[in-house]
């Protein structure tokens, strides 16, 4: 064959050959780095090789010990952005991360927590030596002699001496004789704590007494009929309310009161009204239930309707039902005797209705001009009749201590531990704690998180309930300490069955050891738990009526009390101002309850590679802490599946503030990979705003009619293309479409 003059060059040198490496799945700009981190690897020098790997290496991959393998593709979320919306990949350089010394051949990430955060904004003011509690503004009041001053029947006045209450407080003294006297409606407005409760029981019960007194030989029975009738807007605060009722009728058996909610036997409660019932407990949806379908629920002899806080029962949507419950009142004509012939010409000639709000919002102005008629303003300040236009939010009690701690969100999880474990540590300080949060999800999560997995066994006091509360009530693990070997974890919301809510309250209550309940704000209006020293919100509240109404669990009756508000550096901050209108509050460094709440060794119940040894500083026990919480998820996918769920949830809640303090909670400023490092996670989660991309896609496709599967392929495809757009933009998105679809804590818990 003839030379065609091709001259080919198969010279190949003397180094090895390089594997040509072709990276699949993940995203592209994980593939992109990966492959430019090869590159570069193959054209440095082999001197600095390792310099060059880590410095393009993905945050979530540094190298650590006996990783010999080189630069492996990662297919998580690897780049973030920051609060103006730019690239800034979360890496703090190859000094910045360390890898388990225990752990051999583990190829766990410790990424560091006290770098790349949000720099505060505001001054930490240096907290005051000691706080001292000014005059208590919902105490007893100690220039009345007893409650026997405001004319109540002896009996009463000795069953509330059983009860350890002497003097009346400053709402009970304008309430109780305003009742007493007259048979005109009323608003009344108090601070949390101040007694509401007693103040409109006490004068209904007194004028039913009166009517056996009347020297005409006929006892007023359960057969009377219903006298007064209260509606709560919670099941729990239903239940509190007819406890409380309970113990003043005692000494009086003749009289009979029953409560009817949601959650329990209609059967049941349909039998206690035909047999009789002197005062009816409700929440609003189940009374108009039986005001449409029970005939023996006769209401001409009612003379009161309570409307118990009227600002919640309105936020709530119950104001259809309200309307039915007060439409009926009204076409039912008051009667005059009862069936066995009693007069009752001793209790008001026409019904009255008392209305109780802590605010004058404009839905409790809807509500008041639906039911009330002539209405006397009745609050503990010096006021006109004329502020009842105004929109009045009451201020915290003045002894409640209330403080805030400024925690970027990488630090959230082990700053609330270490605070718990602090809270905790001192014996007899501390016996109750509250800590609030936005959802359902995130309370299953963090109580999941917390509870000793090891410890089965329930405290002796709730044994008898043990069926009911063996999910909800658990002993506690990272947050005991040699003062408190033993700490009680309870939680509830509103997803739970309601006679596990009702068992899981009463152990709450009645525990002996100190006890932590973590909670939505289900449980934040009303209820009256004895020994609450300290409420923490984990999560701001949706509005800041709310927030009062939570830190009002403590501080109740003139005792002291603490409270703990979380804020992100930032917008968040904001918020600070809004507070100082009501009780003014002082700052805590979360560097300093790290360095108290990490002072005492850590035990872990569930064996990691994380194990903090002793000598470290407390910014390495608290990297070792979040390790382990990362690596306990991990290894369990059920409270890995409950992190995400509590990721997700929150990330939808935080859009979900009144629009007037949506300002200091933008969702735009969420770096969301921090935040999911406060669910112990990795990286965040996809599928944020799905439930809401559902609905708009369903309502859209209901105008086309479009068959299932193109709405399914429709769907995943919208998906596909969100993870090609810019993250922030994705976030701006699902924040508006939440704002407008007005959702809030009950829709998402």
């Known amino acids: 064959m003839a030379d065609d003059g091709m001259l080919l060059n198969f010279e190949l040198g003397s180094g090895p050959l390089q594997t040509q490496v072709k990276y699949k799945g993940g995203r592209w700009r994980d593939r992109k780095r990966a492959e430019r981190s090869a590159n570069l690897r193959h054209t440095r020098p082999s001197s600095d090789q390792t310099q060059n790997d880590d410095s393009f290496r993905s945050s979530k991959r540094q190298r650590v010990n006996h990783d010999t393998s080189g630069i492996q593709p990662s297919y998580g979320q690897t780049s973030r952005y920051n609060r103006s919306g730019h690239d800034a990949v979360e890496n703090d350089g190859p000094d910045q991360h360390k890898s388990d010394p225990s752990a051999k051949g583990n190829r766990q990430v410790i990424s560091r927590l006290f770098s790349f955060n949000p720099a505060q904004t505001t001054e930490n003011k240096k907290e005051e030596e000691e706080w001292k509690a000014p005059q208590p503004t919902n105490a007893p009041l100690t220039d009345v002699a007893n409650f026997g001053s405001l004319t109540l029947s002896t009996r009463l006045v000795d069953a509330l001496a059983k009860m350890n209450l002497e003097r009346p407080t400053a709402i009970q003294q304008k309430v109780i004789p305003h009742m007493l006297s007259n048979s005109g409606d009323a608003f009344v407005q108090a601070e949390t704590g101040s007694g509401k409760t007693f103040s409109y029981l006490l004068p209904i019960l007194h004028r039913v007494l009166m009517l056996s007194s009347q020297g005409d030989g006929k006892q007023i029975h359960r057969d009377s009929g219903i006298f007064a009738i209260i509606v709560s807007p919670t099941r729990e605060l239903a239940k509190q309310t007819h406890t409380v009722l309970e113990q003043l009728i005692r000494p009086f058996p003749w009289l009979v009161s029953t409560a009817i909610t949601g959650g329990e036997s209609k059967k049941a409660e349909k039998a206690r009204i035909r047999k009789g019932v002197n005062f009816l407990v409700a929440t609003p949806g189940r009374l108009a239930d039986h005001i449409d379908n029970t005939k023996a629920l006769n209401m001409g002899t009612v003379r009161w309707l309570i409307l118990d806080e009227g600002d919640r029962l309105m936020d709530l949507g119950f104001e259809e039902d309200l309307k039915k419950t007060i439409d009926a009142l009204k076409n039912v004509p008051v009667a005059k005797i ?123 006091a709730a044994q008898k309930e043990k069926e009911l509360i063996e999910k909800t009530v658990s002993k ?274």
Do not use: W
Request: glycine share 6%.
């Open 338 to 460: 009862t069936e066995n012939g009693t007069s009752l010409e001793s209790l008001p000639a026409r019904r009255v209705t008392v209305l109780c709000s802590a605010t004058m919002k404009m839905n409790v102005q809807k509500l008041g001009e639906m039911s009330l008629a002539d209405a006397t303003f009745l609050a503990t300040e010096k006021s006109d009749d004329d502020k009842m236009n105004e929109d009045i939010v009451h201020k915290a009690p003045a002894q409640l201590h209330q403080t805030y701690i400024i925690v970027p969100s990488k630090l959230r999880l082990v700053t609330l531990t270490s605070y718990l474990k602090s809270v905790f540590s001192r014996r007899g300080r501390t016996m109750k704690a509250i800590v609030f949060m936005s959802c359902a999800d995130t309370v299953d999560f963090h109580y999941e998180m917390l509870r000793n997995p090891n410890e089965t066994e329930l405290p002796a």
């Open 476 to 749: 506690a693990a990272y947050i005991t300490s040699p003062a408190s070997p033993d700490v009680i974890l309870h939680r509830m919301h509103g997803s739970l069955s309601q006679p596990i809510r009702t068992a899981t309250l009463k152990s709450f209550s009645a525990c002996k050891s100190p006890s932590l309940l973590i909670t939505t704000d289900v449980s934040s209006r009303g209820l009256d738990i004895p020994s609450v020293d300290l409420v923490i919100e984990y999560d701001p509240a949706f509005s800041f009526a709310d927030h009062i109404h939570r830190v009002g669990r403590t501080a109740r009756a003139g005792r002291s009390g603490d409270a703990t508000l979380f804020l992100l550096p930032g917008t968040e901050e904001g918020y600070i101002e809004l507070l100082k209108s009501s009780t003014p509050p002082s700052s805590q460094s979360y560097e300093n309850i790290l360095k108290t709440g990490l002072m005492n060794k850590l035990e872990f119940p569930v064996e990691t590679s994380a194990t903090p040894t002793d000598g470290q500083s407390y910014h390495d026990k608290a990297e070792s802490l979040q390790l382990h919480f990362e690596q306990r998820l991990l290894n369990d996918n059920k409270r890995l599946e409950l992190a995400r769920n509590g990721f997700k949830s929150h990330i939808r809640a935080y859009a979900t503030h009144i629009r007037e303090e949506r300002v200091h909670f933008d969702i735009t400023q969420l770096h969301l990979g921090h935040v999911a490092k406060s669910f112990g996670l990795r990286d965040p989660p996809g599928g944020i705003g799905a439930g809401i991309d559902r609905k708009a896609k369903k309502k859209k496709g209901s105008a086309n009619h479009k068959d299932r599967h193109s709405s399914f392929k429709d769907d995943d495809t919208s998906s596909a293309a969100v993870d090609q757009r810019p993250a922030m933009d994705i976030i701006k998105q699902k924040s508006m479409m939440l704002m407008s679809g007005a959702a809030d804590e009950f829709n998402i818990g």
